[in-house]
């Protein structure tokens, strides 16, 4: 047999230096253990909640959380962003692109095997049969030869540093934060839909309001017109409650494209043209706001894809440190093939015609500049900006759930009085209406009474849509509700 390389101790060298090379081998660089660590509070400010140190619970179930609201309709929409949302869809695709990545990069831990497989025939004027430089034999009978070869070669680049493995790893820490990508996406096209429909549903019942008011302005300009025309108004009286009755009619057209836009951006959240869309309307909708834990566990943060996301790029970065600072040591390839030619296909795998090689080759740069100290350096700086990116997105999170908090809380209060200043801004405007038919008030008086019990009612349906959207808020700054860790606690003795 023979080969490039001359003797079996040759070969057996080579072997051991390689395995003794990669058993031997050893990831240099920063381990990553934990998230940078960040002074968190021992509780929320606006809640009754208790800070738990927990490990990261991102993928924990939260549930259908739209379906607290109580509202098919809802419900409906809710489950078509889930599949026809083109951000959402965009960051599917995303994600599944991270994953292939991993893939890719896992294939560089084992050897790369190839074939290489050729058959010529050529022509010539005669001559004996001759040796070809690879070996193959060739024979002709004057007028054409045929010759066969065929090559399999191996080479494979032991991990002794580290560098392929934290490839792997960095791959799999950018997979993992593009899942949290796309968590995020769904629960922010989830959460915008929730409130555009909230609101959407508000309108409903105001507009069916400001009609119930303009039928009210309607009448009152009949009972002035009446009046004026008895003699007992004047002519001012009429204009008053002409123009209060056309500028009520401007309000509801202003309710109707106000209603048409919200329809549109809901059309686009459920991946659907606003042409094709549409939502009855429901002037009989009432409002349904869950109930918010009284003690929210701040472990729930833990929960929230943008921080799950900031951590896990955290440790993308920490991975490239260690990449980098490979580039300080030689890197190690072994190659192998073996191979063969022959004049007809039956000899083709003849011990004889084979030939095979096997060879170690060790590279060490000498001399760089600086440029893997800068490399190093660069990636140390990536990882801080990295941990400050983190501990933003924590602190951001803090103050969100603050302020969804008390805008929870302040709504709650304000709905008692709300609905009391309703009820008296109503009685109020009767009992001036009555009055100014008896003479006894102006009509000014009247038109103050009106607007007044208007914006209160308007006021009340409004609140009531902020309450549901500020649940929302609250869902959404909690990581997308709050079911799956009340199981959780629940199931624990």
Not at 16 to 41: F, M, W
């Amino acid at each position: 047999m023979r080969g490039l390389l001359p003797t079996q101790a040759m070969y057996k060298k080579t072997l051991c230096l390689a395995l003794s090379l990669a058993l031997s081998a050893c990831a240099v660089g920063p381990r990553y253990t934990a998230a940078p660590a960040i002074d968190t509070p021992a509780a929320f400010k606006e809640g009754q909640g208790e800070w738990v140190r927990a490990a990261p619970a991102d993928a924990l179930e939260r549930g259908a959380w739209w379906q607290l609201f109580n509202d098919p309709v809802l419900n409906d929409l809710a489950a078509k962003v889930e599949v026809s949302n083109q951000t959402v869809a965009a960051s599917v695709a995303a994600y599944r692109q991270a994953r292939a990545l991993v893939a890719q990069q896992r294939a560089s831990l084992f050897p790369t095997v190839s074939l290489d497989a050729s058959g010529n025939r050529s022509g010539s004027r005669g001559g004996s049969p001759t040796t070809t430089t690879s070996g193959a034999i060739v024979t002709g009978s004057g007028s054409a030869r045929t010759s066969y070869q065929f090559d399999i070669g191996a080479s494979w680049e032991p991990d002794v540093w580290g560098r392929l493995s934290r490839t792997v790893e960095g791959a799999r820490a950018s997979e993992q934060a593009s899942l949290a990508d796309l968590a995020a996406a769904r629960l922010a096209a989830q959460g915008e839909l929730a409130a555009n429909y909230c609101n959407l549903r508000g309108l409903d019942v105001q507009r069916a309001l400001q009609a119930q008011t303009l039928a009210g302005y309607e009448r009152t300009l009949q009972i002035t017109n009446n009046r004026y025309q008895a003699g007992i108004a004047a002519r001012t009286d009429v204009l008053q409650a002409q123009t209060q009755l056309a500028s009520t009619r401007a309000d509801l057209l202003t309710l109707d494209r106000q209603r048409a836009q919200l329809e549109h951006a809901i059309a686009v959240l459920v991946g659907q043209a606003p042409a094709n869309f549409s939502i009855a309307p429901d002037p009989q909708w009432r409002a349904v706001v869950p109930d918010v834990p009284v003690a929210v566990p701040s472990t729930l943060l833990q929960r929230r894809p943008d921080i799950a996301g900031a951590e896990r790029r955290v440790a993308q970065a920490n991975e490239q440190i260690g990449i980098a600072m490979t580039g300080w040591f030689p890197s190690l390839r072994l190659t192998g093939s073996v191979g063969a030619g022959a004049a007809s296909i039956s000899d083709l795998f003849s011990s004889s015609a084979l030939v095979w090689a096997l060879g170690a080759s060790l590279a060490q740069t000498i001399f760089d500049a600086g440029a893997t100290a800068a490399q190093v350096e660069g990636a140390r700086a990536g990882l801080d900006a990295a941990a400050a990116r983190y501990r933003q997105a924590v602190l951001a999170a803090f103050q969100d759930v603050e302020d969804q908090l008390t805008g929870v809380r302040v709504l709650q209060q304000q709905v008692a009085l709300r609905e009391e200043a309703s009820r008296d801004a109503d009685l109020v405007e009767q009992q001036v209406l009555n009055r100014y038919q008896a003479g006894q008030v102006s009509f000014t008086d009247v038109i103050t009474a009106q607007v007044t019990a208007q914006t209160a009612r308007r006021a009340l349906v409004q609140l009531q849509s902020d309450r549901q959207a500020a649940a929302v808020a609250l869902i959404q700054s909690l990581g997308g509700g709050w079911q799956g860790l009340q199981a959780e606690a629940a199931a624990k003795p």
